[in-house]
């Protein structure tokens, strides 16, 4: 079990585009000429890229930002990978930045600085709706997520 883990540690590594981790750099999803190009999901990290890849409902590219802005542990934008996004969105003409970060106070901070950063580049900045999940009682919901969803609403098809 040792030289496995010994192993994994010597072959697996950071992708050097979207931050993935995989044996091989770009990591296979970069590497996949299938993937649509024009829409990057930018979310805190690894766990939360395979998360989303698990669903199987996006098919574009990902960026793993290493991270959420948090004024309380010193995170500020210069340690997260901020540049390489913004970066990839100019470089790799991207149309559509998906903004995969979490509903918590920190990763809302995050998408709203990251949305004023890309204001200007001429691309769409969209997020995953909040609410009421699949399956969920409302009696079960706290306050917040109900606000959420009700912000949320649309027409009812």
Known sequence: ??????????????????????????????????R??????VVEEVEDLWAVERAGFFRGRYHVLGGRLSALDGIGPDELRIG???ARVQA????????????????QTTAHYLAER??????????????????????FLDEGTLAAAYRARRPFA
């Open 1 to 34: 079990m040792i030289r496995t883990l010994e192993t994994c540690r010597a072959q697996v590594r950071r992708c050097s585009l979207c931050g993935n981790l995989d044996a091989t750099d770009p990591c296979a999803i970069c590497s996949d000429g299938s």
């Open 118 to 139: 890309l204001q200007g580049l001429g691309v769409a900045v969209t997020g995953f709706g909040r609410g009421v999940p699949v399956g969920g009682e409302l009696n």
């Open 92 to 107: 790799e003409g991207v149309q559509e930045v998906v903004l995969g970060l979490g509903a918590t106070v920190e990763g």
């Open 84 to 86: 390489e996004m913004l």
């Open 36 to 41: 649509d190009g024009a829409s990057l999901c």
